[in-house]
């Protein structure tokens, strides 16, 4: 089950930069790196910002030198939540989980749409999922539009390394609170927009792992156009980050790996950043 719920949480977290939608939304511009060095504002040593794409099969996954170099010169590794702690996965599983039953809460034509599309993506019926929160059954679906089958992340490469170098390991937020933002943020009118989306998924996916691996923000920030996802799942959360990382980067030089998508836009972390008196510079090479 932890393994399950480890995959539920980091492809939740980086569904929106899968789900393809018609932009709506002008992003800031910014430079095509996905790596930023912070300093300034009394810092006595830099710290960075890693965008992240969560999860990417193997022929896509990869972590350039710059990242690495950064990477060796910080003390404490920073990612959104603790997706490595037995306890906080006992506490995403109750997050997950609904009271009340599918079964029950969605109208029969609703639930006979669900149950028709889990069938016919995974391979089994809604009533094993029953119980879980349309949120935890979008991101079931949502790994389907990998072409593989055991996507690597990010997170757990950087935390092993960090294991072995025996850096510090810090979180941005509690699981609690990752887990109740994207239940907010995860509403059921999203759920049945993003269910129009499946079946071109793989090709939606294929075409954002392009755009991480090209490290442009601009274009995967601007396939988000749902306002109570971006307010939930990027921009409150954003806000939250922002308004913790100064103390944790005063007490040590810290990696941040954080989704891409929370880097770029108006209310982004660079940008968010840079008003508190920081200067954010992007890392080309």
Known sequence: MNNLLKKIILTTAAIFTIVATHAAITPEPTEKTVLWEISGNGLNKPSYLFGTFHMLCKDDFLIREKVKKAFG???????????????????????????????????????????????RKLKFSLIQLDHYRLSAILSFLSQQGFECANPQSFEATLYKEAQEKKMGFAVLET?????????????????????????????NTTRMAGDYNREDLQAIFAQMDDPEMIHWVLTTRNINWANRMPDMMKEKSCFFAVGAGHLGGESGMINLLRAKGYKVKPIMK
């Open 73 to 119: 010169k910080t003390t404490q590794l920073v990612i959104e939540s603790n997706v490595f702690d037995p306890a906080e996965l006992k506490v995403a599983q109750e997050g997950f989980t609904s009271d009340v039953a599918q079964s029950a809460r969605l109208t029969k034509e609703q639930y006979a749409l669900v149950d028709s599309v889990v069938r």
């Open 175 to 203: 699981m609690k609170e990752q887990v109740d933002y994207v239940n907010k943020g995860f509403t059921d009118t999203y759920f049945f927009k993003y269910l129009n989306t499946l079946d071109s998924l793989k090709a």
